[in-house]
Nanobody, 121 residues
C-alpha cells in the first residue's frame, strides 16, 4: 500500500486558515481514493473529506462544508485539505489514508502519525 505523510498542521486563531498536505510515495498514487480524517481528544476518529482517484468527486462532512476544500494533484502525488474559517471545535489530529472508492471507509487500519491542528478561541 502507498505510504502517506501528513503535514501542514499548527496553531491558529479562530477564523484563520491552514492547508494540510498528504504526500504519497508511489508513482501509482493516482489509483487511490483518499480521505482526510480527524480525531479530537476523547472522541472517535471521524471523516472530514474524501476525494476520488481523479479528483473529480469530492465529499465533505456537514460540519466543514463551506469552510474546507479537498483537492489533489496526481502529478505531485499530493492531496490537500484547505481549511478556512477555522473553529476551536476543528482542533484535532488530522490523518489521511486510502479509502474504498466511493465511500468514506478506510481501506485498512494503516494510519500515519497525523498532523496536529489547534484552533484557539
Amino acid at each position: 500500500q502507498v505510504q502517506l505523510v501528513e503535514s501542514g498542521g499548527g496553531l491558529v486563531q479562530a477564523g484563520g486558515s491552514l492547508r494540510l498536505s498528504c504526500a504519497g510515495t508511489e508513482r501509482t498514487f493516482s489509483i487511490y481514493a483518499i480521505g482526510w480524517f480527524r480525531q479530537a481528544p476523547g472522541k472517535e476518529r471521524e471523516v472530514v473529506a474524501t476525494i476520488s482517484r481523479s479528483g473529480g468527486l469530492t465529499k465533505l462532512a456537514d460540519s466543514v462544508k463551506g469552510r474546507f476544500t479537498i483537492s489533489r494533484d496526481n502529478a505531485k502525488n499530493t492531496v490537500w485539505l484547505q481549511m478556512n474559517s477555522l473553529k476551536p471545535e476543528d482542533t484535532a489530529v488530522y490523518y489521511c489514508t486510502v479509502v474504498v472508492p466511493g465511500t468514506a471507509r478506510p481501506r485498512n487500519d494503516d494510519w500515519g502519525q497525523g498532523t496536529q491542528v489547534t484552533v484557539s478561541s
